[in-house]
């Protein structure tokens, strides 16, 4: 699926801050993308990672996390500000805002992009570790919340309004079995959004949710080898089941999804603050 350029949105002098973008094939790198083609300055961040565990895919292009993905915007003519951040330490997410102020001086674009699958699909909650419980909850709701707590309180200093965007999941749509820890962190970012759009709409700083589907990522293949695994199924099979129950007939683009965090970023949502959008190819109607 290509973009298409008439789409285009004006997010001229903006500045977005995108967690959870250091991989090549995810979601977080295709909407730092898509924000930086639609206009914006952009800061990245991901939790670093040696080199030799990075996947196969990366390693043959060479791909070294959010360094790579700054030199693409700046490749674009737009500002990136590359950092290493673990959204679940409250003094690396302070550290992060504040260089964002200090290179920028403002912020207008938060996406809570960074999450983990935290071995979703793979057990029963009774059987569910703690430690991937507790894991699970740090990052997708804690590490939410702090960074949008802290950027936040930047983008309400600099008194213009903004942006602030969950990525949930389906999974944070209804309950799913052996998806345990993953459904419990995902509603819970859906009700975060709810909650803070009522807090922050009289500032003028919208808070919106995009739920994914499937789509073409890294993750989305662990969590389909994982499957495949458990269920000892052929090489395939558990993909082609999972294609045939979207009615759309396919895996989502990560491009199709930055288009949708694009749109509730500008000011053609100037109106739409509270809101789950779900880009999942028609699985879900609600």
Known sequence: MKDNPSARRDLSGQIALVTGAARHRGIGRAIALRLAQDGADIVICGRPKAPEHFPDNEKEIGWKGVTSLAHEIEGMGRQALALDCDVTNKAQVINMVEATREKFGRLDIIVNNAGVPSNAGASPILDTDEDIWNHTMDVNVNGV???????????????????????????????????????????????????????????GIRVNCVSPGSHDTDMMDGTIARATEKYELPDGSFREQLENFIPMGRQGNVSELAAVVSFVCSSDASYVTGQTINVDGGARLD
């Open 145 to 203: 919340f702090l960074v949008s707590k802290y950027g936040g309180r930047l983008i309400r200093d600099c008194g213009n309004g903004g942006s602030i965007v969950m990525i949930a999941s389906l999974a944070g749509r209804v309950g799913l079995q052996d998806y345990g820890a993953y459904c419990a962190s995902k509603f819970g970012v859906i009700g975060l959004t709810q909650q803070m759009s009522l807090e922050l709409a009289a500032l």
